[in-house]
């Protein structure tokens, strides 16, 4: 299975009845508890940071994770990322396409895209990584069209051999749609977002290892 932690300070610090100023400190260590675990992917998804911040927490991350197989995704931003030597970045669906990124990356550099159709996907094959969304309604995105186990199953399908993450509205009591439909694995916010009171490390690290064994039941029963 394949793991991806997606940040969101602001909701995880709100959730944790945090004060602004010690939301980056919360999120530097949900990543770290993530990455003690095994979690595969860091997504940095901070998109009110600027540039020059944004570079530093990457940076920053990037230390945490030393020593780890975890690797850090900047969302969208392929200047920061490639300036803040991240492991790779993440593309939205109407960004730039995987084999543009290519030219200015250097090797090694993970690329992963968002798509929501299938039509999507046969631009972005030379992506390491697809991830499908909106899988499940969310709070967040209540007016677009779910994916659910048939779109997500048809996006697996169109990828081939492409590993394909599931995102939107997934959590533990979802494995067994994910399992089902042949995704690689998922990529969450708030499936690795504590309430207020967690310990943060503890949390994070029990739900990583949850999510893994609930996959890997879920795929032998399919």
């Given at each position: 299975?394949?793991?991806?932690?997606?940040?969101?300070?602001?909701?995880?610090?709100?959730?944790?009845?945090?004060?602004?100023?010690?939301?980056?400190?919360?999120?530097?260590?949900?990543?770290?508890?993530?990455?003690?675990?095994?979690?595969?992917?860091?997504?940095?998804?901070?998109?009110?940071?600027?540039?020059?911040?944004?570079?530093?927490?990457?940076?920053?991350?990037m230390?945490?994770?030393?020593?780890?197989?975890?690797?850090?995704?900047?969302?969208?931003?392929?200047?920061?990322?490639?300036?803040?030597?991240?492991?790779?970045?993440?593309?939205?669906?109407?960004?730039?396409?995987p084999?543009?990124?290519?030219?200015?990356a250097?090797?090694?550099?993970m690329?992963?895209?968002?798509?929501?159709?299938?039509?999507?996907?046969?631009?972005?094959?030379?992506?390491?990584?697809?991830i499908?969304?909106?899988?499940?309604?969310?709070?967040?995105?209540?007016?677009?069209?779910?994916?659910?186990?048939?779109?997500?199953?048809e996006?697996v399908?169109?990828?081939?051999?492409?590993?394909?993450?599931?995102?939107?509205?997934?959590?533990i009591?979802?494995?067994?749609?994910?399992?089902?439909?042949?995704?690689?694995?998922?990529?969450?916010?708030?499936?690795?977002?504590?309430?207020?009171?967690?310990?943060?490390?503890?949390f994070?690290?029990?739900?990583?290892?949850?999510?893994?064994?609930?996959?890997?039941?879920?795929?032998?029963?399919?």
């Amino acid at each position: 299975m394949i793991l991806c932690l997606v940040t969101d300070r602001r909701r995880l610090g709100a959730a944790m009845g945090a004060r602004p100023d010690g939301w980056l400190d919360l999120l530097r260590a949900q990543v770290a508890a993530a990455a003690s675990a095994g979690i595969d992917l860091i997504q940095v998804r901070e998109p009110d940071i600027d540039a020059a911040e944004l570079a530093d927490l990457v940076r920053d991350l990037m230390r945490r994770v030393g020593g780890t197989a975890t690797r850090v995704l900047v969302n969208d931003r392929v200047d920061v990322a490639i300036a803040a030597k991240a492991s790779g970045v993440h593309l939205k669906e109407r960004s730039m396409l995987p084999h543009q990124v290519r030219r200015i990356a250097p090797a090694g550099f993970m690329i992963s895209c968002s798509v929501h159709t299938i039509g999507a996907v046969a631009a972005r094959k030379s992506a390491d990584l697809l991830i499908a969304g909106t899988v499940l309604p969310t709070a967040s995105k209540s007016s677009v069209d779910y994916l659910n186990k048939a779109g997500l199953e048809e996006i697996v399908e169109a990828a081939a051999q492409q590993p394909v993450l599931g995102i939107g509205g997934l959590n533990i009591t979802s494995i067994p749609l994910l399992a089902a439909s042949g995704a690689a694995g998922m990529a969450a916010v708030g499936a690795f977002v504590p309430g207020a009171g967690d310990d943060i490390t503890e949390f994070v690290q029990k739900r990583v290892n949850g999510l893994r064994l609930a996959f890997d039941s879920a795929s032998r029963h399919t």
